[in-house]
C-alpha cells in the first residue's frame, strides 16, 4: 500500500503510517530500528531496494531522505515536504518513507527525521553516496548508534581512507570493510591451521578500490609485516599471498566468485567467496550497534604506510603469477611475528 503526500507535515505522515497499518491488517509495531537513508534520486531506487532486501532479516522503519536542488530563488527559499508513505508488500518486512525535502527544507533535514523515529529503538544511517566528511558530526549522524558509509562511491575512494581516519567515532563503519569479512575469515582461518610465522604479505585487487586497502591494513596491523599493495584487473580483490616459515598461503579468487586456498603439504581447496550484494552488507552491518573496533585500528593504521606506488610488480607466489606491470605499495620492514589474523 502507497500514500502519497504532498507540502506535508510529520504530523500527516505518522497518521498516514497508522491509517496504513490498519488498512493492512498489521495495526502492531514488530520493527527492531530505525535505518535512514541518505541519497539522491539517481541513487535512491538501488539503496530502497537493498534495505527492503536487508529488512527481511531486520525488520524496520526506513526512512528515504532525498534532499531535492530547486532551480529558481524563491523555490530555494521556500521549504516543502513531500512524502511517499509504504506499507504492508511495498515496504519488505517493515515501514518504508520516502522523504523528498526542497528550499530551506534540505538544511533542517534531521527536523524531519527526528519526529518519525521509532521510540526505544536504535538507529541507523547510511549514507549511500555522498557521505559528509565526519558523519558523527552530521545532524543526522548525530540522531545515529551506528553510521555506515561507503568509501567506494566517492570522487577519490583511497583518499576517503584517510578521511575516515581523521574523523573516526565509534559506530563509524564502512562497506568497503564489509566486502572483505569473507576474505578476514578465511585467512584467519588458514593461518589457524598452521603453527607458522607470517614473514610479508601482498594483497592484489582492481585499482580504486579501498576494499585492498583496508584487507592490506589490517594484515599489517595484526600480523606487523611488511604488505604490498599490487593491482590486477579485478573483479574487486583477487589474491592474497603470504610468505612464512611453512612456505607461501595463497588465496586466489580470479573470478569473482570461487576462489582457491593453497598451502604447502595441503592439496588445494574450492572455498566460496562470491562478491556479495549491497543488501547482505547492509544486513551485516545491522547486526551489530556496537563499535567495530577491529575495524577502527585497520582504518588508523593509515594508507600512508602501505608506502607509495612503484613499479615493481608482485613477486610470483605457489598458485599464481603478479599481473604484469601491477603496481606495488610497499610498507617498512618490521620484524616477523606469530600470525595472529583473528
Not at 488498512?23 to 530500528?33: S, Y
Not at 530505525?34 to 526512512?63: C, F, G, M
Not at 578500490?209 to 594484515?219: I, K, Q, R, T
Not at 586456498?261 to 574450492?270: E, H, I, K, N
Request: glycine content about 6%; proline content about 7%.
Amino acid at each position: 500500500m502507497k500514500i502519497d503526500l504532498t507540502e506535508t507535515t510529520a504530523s500527516k505522515i505518522n497518521k498516514a503510517l497508522v491509517e496504513g497499518r490498519r488498512a493492512v491488517g498489521t495495526p502492531a509495531i514488530g520493527m527492531v530500528l530505525t535505518l535512514v537513508i541518505v541519497t539522491d534520486e539517481e541513487n535512491a531506487y538501488d539503496a530502497l531496494k537493498a534495505a527492503n532486501d536487508a529488512s527481511r532479516e531486520h525488520p524496520s522503519r526506513t526512512l528515504v531522505v532525498i534532499k531535492r536542488v530547486s532551480r529558481s530563488p524563491r523555490d530555494r527559499a521556500k521549504a516543502r515536504l513531500d512524502a511517499e508513505v509504504r506499507v504492508g508488500t511495498d515496504a519488505g518486512t517493515g515501514e518504508t518513507v520516502v522523504l523528498r525535502l526542497y528550499g530551506e527544507a534540505i538544511d533542517h533535514a534531521q527536523s524531519v527525521v527526528l519526529p518519525l523515529l521509532l521510540p526505544d529503538a536504535p538507529v541507523v544511517v547510511w549514507w549511500a553516496v555522498n557521505a559528509p566528511v565526519d558523519p558523527a558530526k552530521d545532524p543526522l549522524g548525530a540522531l545515529a548508534q551506528r553510521r555506515v558509509t561507503d568509501a567506494y562511491t566517492a570522487e577519490q575512494p583511497i583518499a576517503e581512507l584517510t578521511k575516515r581516519a581523521d574523523t573516526y567515532t565509534p559506530g563509524d563503519t564502512d562497506l568497503s570493510w564489509t566486502r572483505i569479512t569473507p576474505w578476514r575469515s578465511m585467512l584467519a582461518a588458514a593461518l589457524d591451521q598452521m603453527p607458522c610465522t607470517v614473514t610479508s604479505a601482498v594483497v592484489e585487487g582492481e585499482e580504486f578500490n579501498p576494499s585492498g586497502e583496508l584487507l592490506a591494513m589490517w594484515l599489517a596491523g595484526r600480523l606487523d609485516v611488511p604488505v604490498r599493495r599490487t593491482l590486477s584487473a579485478g573483479p574487486g580483490l583477487t589474491a592474497v599471498r603470504l610468505e612464512s616459515t611453512c612456505g607461501p598461503i595463497v588465496l586466489d579468487r580470479p573470478d569473482g566468485s570461487l576462489a582457491t586456498l593453497s598451502m604447502r603439504g595441503q592439496p588445494d581447496r574450492a572455498v566460496a567467496l562470491k562478491r556479495r550484494e549491497t543488501s547482505e552488507l547492509l544486513a551485516e552491518e545491522l547486526r551489530r550497534l556496537d563499535p567495530d573496533d577491529i575495524y577502527a585500528a585497520a582504518l588508523k593504521y593509515g594508507v600512508d604506510r602501505l608506502g607509495d606506488a612503484d613499479s615493481q610488480p608482485a613477486e610470483p607466489a605457489a598458485g599464481g603469477s603478479a599481473p604484469e606491470g601491477a603496481a606495488a605499495k610497499k610498507a617498512p620492514a618490521k620484524p616477523a611475528k606469530k600470525a595472529a589474523a583473528k
